[in-house]
Structure formats: structure tokens, C-alpha cells
């Protein structure tokens, strides 16, 4: 099934605010001055984040990737709450499909646009980053090119509902 891309940004806005923040919490970390952010806009890109050239190559791909860790961790943790009453005692309300809703919408974001797999391309062409720098480097854009042509084949979503739903069972079962 194809759906345009504007339709499921719009359907999970509330993930791709979150992607944005991550890239503007990880500037902010690194002390980055920040021109402007658009959290969310119906075109492409759906938000971005416009900062000052990071000289530190460790930033740049932090920054780059910050929404994967931030996305994944706030995704999880807002749908675990409904994950009791939704998936084990049968008496879920509006609230708790909201939340996982949310869980699956931001987590399914976390995923480092191409935009920001080209930020760490500029970082990695430069002679003076280091071969360690390299070494991590190199496979990370290969995963971010992997996961963008993925999403065309809903990895994305794939992957929200098994941070917010998926992880959130798998406790319940061993801890249950």
C-alpha cells in the first residue's frame, strides 16, 4: 500500500516534532548556537534544525543521531503505561490507545533522515577526521540509507510498534 509520505508525517506529527527537538536538545548539549527550527511543516522535509557548523566530528554525528536515542527512549516510555490495561487486563481506555499511539508515532521517527546521513558524509570526507571517527562512522550512514530505503517498505512503522508495543510485552511476559 502506498501512502504519501506528507500524509503519514501529518497522521504522526507528534514524532517528528520530537526527531527536531533531539537534533535541537543535542545542539543545545554541545553548546551549538541554533538559527531556526521548524518542528513540523506538511512538506518536505517535515521539520529540520538549521545550527552552526560543528567543528567537533563527534557532535556532528551525535547531533545527527540524537533523535534515534531520544525518539526511541520517549516512545517506549510513553506507551508502556497503556501497555497493562491494552495488552494484558482487557480494560483500556481512550487515554491508553492515545498514549500508544503516541509511543508508536514518535518512536517510529527516530530514524536519522538522509538529510542528517549526509551531515556525517561532509564530516567523514574531511582528511582530518580521525580513523575512529571513520570506523563508526561509515557503517552508521550505511544503517540511515538502509533504514530510509526501509521505510519504504514500512520499516519505520515496523519499528514504533516494537518499541511501544512490542517492548512493552515482552516485559509484561517476563516480569509478569
Not at 547531533?63 to 491494552?86: E, K, W, Y
Not at 519505520?156 to 516494537?162: F, K, N, R, T
Request: aromatic fraction near 16%.
Amino acid at each position: 500500500m502506498l501512502i504519501p509520505g506528507f500524509l503519514i508525517s501529518l497522521l504522526t506529527f507528534p514524532g517528528v516534532i520530537v526527531h527536531e527537538l533531539a537534533h535541537q536538545l543535542f545542539c543545545r548539549w554541545f553548546k551549538v548556537p541554533v538559527f531556526k527550527v521548524v518542528y513540523f511543516q506538511t512538506g518536505n522535509p517535515a521539520g529540520y534544525v538549521l545550527h552552526e557548523t560543528v567543528s567537533n566530528k563527534w557532535q556532528t554525528m551525535l547531533i545527527s543521531v540524537g533523535p534515534f536515542f531520544v525518539n526511541t527512549i520517549i516512545g517506549a516510555f510513553i506507551a508502556f503505561p497503556a501497555a497493562l490495561p491494552v495488552f494484558t487486563f482487557d480494560n483500556a481506555t481512550v487515554a491508553d490507545y492515545l498514549l500508544v499511539y503516541l509511543g508508536v508515532s514518535i518512536a517510529m521517527h527516530a530514524f536519522p533522515s538522509t538529510g542528517d546521513g549526509k551531515a556525517i558524509w561532509q564530516v567523514l570526507k574531511d582528511s582530518e577526521t580521525s580513523l575512529i571517527v571513520k570506523i563508526i562512522g561509515y557503517p552508521v550512514i550505511g544503517l540511515i540509507y538502509l533504514g530510509s530505503l526501509g521505510s519504504f517498505f514500512w520499516l519505520d512503522v515496523a519499528y514504533g510498534v516494537a518499541i511501544a508495543v512490542g517492548l512493552p510485552k515482552l516485559f509484561i511476559a517476563i516480569f509478569a
